[in-house]
């Protein structure tokens, strides 16, 4: 079964960093392009970034862009989002899905307060 | 980038009726390579979303055939032939055509 697993997420303050990482399985990694989605409280899904199979190519939502770095380790079969200089409006579960949407992962929570 | 309108955005339906949700882009989503890249998501309460449809019309995996979709180029219908308790929750459309990948604001489905 085809299996994706946040983590990585929790409280830090406006400024900071933090790093997820989106662990799979059930499929070969390395041929699917990746993507992070994430759902503030309350509202819709928005597409935040996404990356080729090959790690080559990388994609950036504007409202994430220069501060937030994508990355994958096909040797380890995961995914990353490397963010930086977060702000509140940044606060949502993050999830990370296969390219295609037909695979998602359960989500982590990432809050921005002081 | 690709705007994504859904209509209605809240859906009041009686058990054993069928709804019906629009989806409209503001391009075009037939691809390059011939496919058009338009899904419809499920998610139910406190869930992650899970993918109804993809490319139009396919039904993903296990997804029963009450579910159905249709549509070419921008405009796309979602059907639930009879809505069952279990069909609750917020869809949405979402075209991965092209980058930035954009999703419609959601239907709330809610039993009357």
């Known amino acids: 079964d085809v299996q994706l697993l946040e983590s990585g997420g929790g409280l830090v303050q406006p400024g900071g960093s933090l790093r997820l990482s989106c662990a799979a399985s059930?499929?070969?990694?390395?041929?699917?392009?990746m993507i992070w989605v994430r759902q503030a409280p309350g509202k819709g899904l928005e597409w935040v970034s996404g990356?080729?199979?090959?790690?080559?190519?990388?994609y950036y939502a504007d409202s994430v862009k220069g501060r937030f770095t994508i990355s994958r380790d096909n040797s380890k079969k995961t995914l990353f989002l490397q963010m930086s200089s977060l702000r509140a409006e940044d606060t949502a579960i993050y999830y990370c899905a296969k390219r295609s949407g037909d695979y998602w992962g359960q989500g982590t929570l990432v809050t921005v307060s002081s | 980038d690709i705007v994504m309108t859904q209509t209605p955005l809240s859906s009041p339906v009686t058990l054993g009726q069928p709804a019906s949700i629009s989806c409209m882009s503001s391009?075009?989503?037939?691809?390059?390579?011939?496919?058009?890249?338009l899904s419809w998501l499920q998610q139910r309460p406190g869930q992650p979303p899970r993918l109804l449809i993809y490319k139009i019309s396919n039904r993903f995996s296990g997804i029963p055939d009450r579910f159905s979709g249709s549509g070419a180029g921008t405009d796309f219908t979602l059907k639930i032939s009879r809505v069952e308790a279990e069909d609750v929750g917020v869809y949405y459309c979402?075209?991965?055509?092209?980058?930035?990948?954009?999703f419609g604001q959601g239907t709330k489905l809610e039993i009357k």
């Open positions: 391009q075009s989503l037939v691809h390059s390579d011939g496919n058009t890249y």
């Open positions: 990356i080729s199979g090959s790690a080559g190519t990388t």
């Open positions: 059930g499929f070969s990694f390395s041929t699917y392009g």
């Open positions: 979402m075209q991965t055509t092209q980058f930035p990948y954009t």
